[in-house]
T-cell receptor
Framework: GQQVMQIPQYQHVQEGEDFTTYCNSS?????IQWYKQRPGGHPVFLIQ?????EVKKQKRLTFQFGEAKKNSSLHITATQTTDVGTYFC???????????FGDGTTLTVKP | NAGVTQTPKFRVLKTGQSMTLLCAQD?????MYWYRQDPGMGLRLIHY???????AKGEVPDGYNVSRLKKQNFLLGLESAAPSQTSVYFC????????????FGPGTRLTVT
């Protein structure tokens, strides 16, 4: 079945440093979504990418979808303590009723 | 709009007891999902539904059953709880096959002793 892998599993940064998490799928995706889960909270939808090579920005967050639609990345510029949490990607296959979640990257930010 | 709500928020069960978790959404979403999340781990899909009256198995369906009798509700049942089912359970919903962004409920923290 489809597998979605995320790296790294953990990332510790100093406030102000940049952060990137990578998501790789074993199969070609129809779309990919990104979610953020704060400690003790529930996952919150951030963005969905659907086009090959698509790049979207939300303030300090930049999301990319690979040309082959098998990988994606989330880049945060100049991290802040409010960025702390676990970031999940979820890949949706064509004609599938579900998306497969990666195991997440947990970001901690030292003030 | 309340979004996705889950009942109850917390529950402690003894081994062998049964219970039902209720998920309700008021966004007219077609798709609904049940996940479990163990401490420090990712989300594992238990069961999902692509529409009223339909259900399908996810990654870890054993020991759980589901029903989707109404579009807005998705029930998760544990017939005979086991300590291995201690987890946080999240329900989610999404609009369609094309709009797959999922909206999650606040979760149910279940402990089985």
């Amino acid at each position: 079945g489809q597998q979605v892998m995320q790296i790294p599993q953990y990332q510790h940064v100093q406030e102000g440093e940049d952060f990137t998490t990578y998501c790789n799928s074993s199969t070609t995706l129809s779309n990919i979504q990104w979610y953020k889960q704060r400690p003790g909270g529930h996952p919150v939808f951030l963005i969905q990418l659907v086009k090959s090579g698509e790049v979207k920005k939300q303030k300090r967050l930049t999301f990319q979808f690979g040309e082959a639609k098998k990988n994606s990345s989330l880049h945060i510029t100049a991290t802040q303590t409010t960025d702390v949490g676990t970031y999940f990607c979820a890949g949706g296959e064509y004609n599938a009723g579900k998306s497969t979640f990666g195991d997440g990257t947990t970001l901690t930010v030292k003030p | 709009n309340a979004g996705v709500t889950q009942t109850p928020k917390f529950r402690v069960l003894k081994t062998g007891q049964s219970m039902t978790l209720l998920c309700a959404q008021d966004m007219n979403h077609e798709y609904m999902y049940w996940y479990r999340q163990d401490p420090g781990m990712g989300l594992r899909l238990i069961h999902y539904s692509v529409g009223e009256g339909t259900t399908a198995k996810g990654e870890v369906p054993d020991g759980y059953n589901v029903s989707r009798l109404k579009k807005q509700n998705f029930l998760l049942g544990l017939e005979s709880a086991a300590p291995s089912q201690t987890s946080v359970y999240f329900c989610a919903s999404s609009y369609s096959a094309l709009r797959k962004e999922q909206y999650f409920g606040p979760g149910t923290r279940l402990t089985v002793t």
